[in-house]
Structure formats: structure tokens, C-alpha cells
């Protein structure tokens, strides 16, 4: 499993900007879904073969967490999200990447279209 989890590191270290913008993103210059979120092809060890956004890829990787072990419902049943902290949809810097219910993220994207975190989250977003 360990030379799986490095391929995939390699193959998103080749694709990537290091120390972007305020925040010091990890921006994807590979290809975009809808032309916003960084998405790669990914074969996994089952032999499937899935394409992936690349912010939700690197939290799996960060947490060795395989496609089929990743959750999508908490314990009240409530989608879960990889959230960007930073707000910049193609960072998958680990650092800036949180698994937090649906709610959570569209109460960030206000917080991104005022500019000014509500603070009623946590980690806070970065601004």
C-alpha cells in the first residue's frame, strides 16, 4: 500500500506550484473539472480506475485513506466535504484541507464572499 501512497505523491508533486499566493498554497496545474476544481486520473489498487479531485485525493493521501474507506455522511447523516480553508479550489495543500459537513462549507463560501470569516467555524478560513 505505502508504494501506492508514494506514486500518488509523485504524480502530485509533478503537476504542482509550491508557496502560492498569502497563504502559501499547493496549486494543481494539471487539468480542472469545470475548469475549477483540480481533478486527476487515478488507478487504484483494486484496478479501478476513477478521475478524482485533487483536493479530495491529497486529504486521502494525507490520511491514508482509500476510496472506498473515505466518509461522506457524519453521524447525523449530514454530506461531508473536503473543505478548502484557503478558498482556492485548485490548493490541495493538506495543511488547508478539512473533512466537515456541507453546511460547514457553504457557511465558508460566505465567509469568502464577504471577505471576512464568521469565525463560527472551526479551523477558521484563511483570509
Not at 509533478?14 to 487539468?31: A, D, L, M
Not at 483494486?46 to 491514508?64: F, Q, T, W
Not at 460547514?104 to 471577505?115: K, S, V
Amino acid at each position: 500500500m505505502e508504494a501506492f501512497w508514494n506514486q500518488i505523491a509523485l504524480s502530485l508533486m509533478q503537476k504542482s506550484i509550491f508557496n502560492c499566493g498569502r497563504h502559501g498554497c499547493t496549486e494543481w496545474t494539471g487539468g480542472r473539472e469545470h475548469g475549477v476544481y483540480g481533478k486527476k486520473s487515478v488507478v487504484w489498487p483494486d484496478g479501478k480506475k476513477k478521475i478524482e479531485r485533487v483536493h479530495r485525493l491529497s486529504y486521502m493521501h494525507a490520511h491514508h485513506i482509500m476510496r472506498d474507506e473515505m466518509p461522506n455522511k457524519n453521524s447525523q447523516g449530514e454530506r461531508l466535504d473536503v473543505s478548502h480553508i484557503c478558498h482556492n479550489p485548485i490548493c490541495f495543500k493538506p495543511e488547508h484541507l478539512i473533512l466537515e459537513p456541507h453546511s460547514l462549507n457553504m457557511d465558508r463560501m460566505g465567509c469568502r464572499m464577504r471577505n471576512l470569516c464568521t469565525k463560527d467555524h472551526y479551523p477558521h478560513c484563511l483570509l
